[in-house]
């Protein structure tokens, strides 16, 4: 089994929908976090949460949400969704004895937004 | 406004050739450094990461990458490239501060390596 799992893979969905895109990890960190890719623009931090009890904002977190639902447990909503939103979506874990930045990341989830 | 900097955005080598990516940064404080690879429908991977000590670092498969604090560069570098390294890659800077952290990556580099 992969340390870091999304689900789903794929999903496309339409302009004004909520979704929900989960990722569980069998890493045993406590730190999580969740990114999207744009073409040409590498990684984006979206949230990201240091413990069950902390949620922190990322650099483009507007327009979405987040749940820690355990440690091992990290969802990422959006609440309406709309065409820019369109993109890949990487859930990832970190050890902090090993430093900040050094990832471990899922399988990413392509959402398509139409 | 601070970025990272990934100066070819696509490369392409044959076997067997040198490869060097340049990745350029503009923070001036305490930073770890990182190069993540993205293999064709595959999730980024580390390659190798700096914090501090020796500049001069170590990956996997054959990878190293040279910090060079003076001109702010982490660049990547692989003696003799195979096909198998037919990727993307990313670099990314996490500025420290007594706030926390930021996290920069670059746009990323694909390089295409002709068998």
């Known amino acids: 089994d992969a340390d870091v799992t999304q689900t789903p893979r794929n999903r496309i969905t339409k302009t004004g929908k909520r979704i929900m895109l989960e990722c569980s990890q069998t890493?045993?960190?406590?730190?999580m976090y969740w990114y999207r890719q744009d073409p040409g623009l590498g990684l984006r931090l979206i949230y990201y949460?240091?413990?069950?009890?902390?949620?922190n904002k990322g650099e483009i977190s507007d327009g979405y949400s987040v749940s820690r639902q355990a440690q091992a447990k990290f969802s990422l909503s959006l609440e309406s969704a709309i065409p820019n939103q369109t993109a890949l979506y990487f859930c990832?874990?970190?050890?902090?004895?090993?430093?900040?930045?050094?990832?471990?990341f899922g399988s990413g989830t392509r959402l398509t937004v139409v | 406004a601070q970025s990272v900097s990934q100066h070819n955005h696509h490369v392409i080598l044959s076997e067997a050739a040198s490869l060097e990516l340049g990745c350029n940064y503009s923070?001036?404080?305490?930073?770890?450094l990182f190069w993540y690879v993205q293999y064709p429908g595959q999730h980024l991977q580390l390659l190798l990461k700096y914090f501090s000590g020796d500049p001069l670092v170590k990956g996997i498969k054959g990878f190293e990458a040279e910090f060079i604090k003076s001109k702010f560069s982490f660049n990547l570098r692989k003696p003799s490239v195979q096909w198998s390294d037919t990727a993307e890659y990313f670099c990314?800077?996490?500025?420290?501060?007594?706030?926390?952290?930021?996290?920069?990556f670059g746009a990323g580099t694909r390089l295409f390596v002709k068998a």
């Open positions: 923070y001036g404080g305490t930073v770890n």
């Open positions: 990314a800077v996490i500025q420290l501060n007594t706030g926390g952290f930021k996290t920069i």
């Open positions: 990832a874990t970190s050890d902090p004895g090993t430093g900040e930045g050094g990832y471990t």
């Open positions: 949460s240091f413990d069950v009890k902390d949620i």
């Open positions: 890493k045993g960190h406590d730190r």
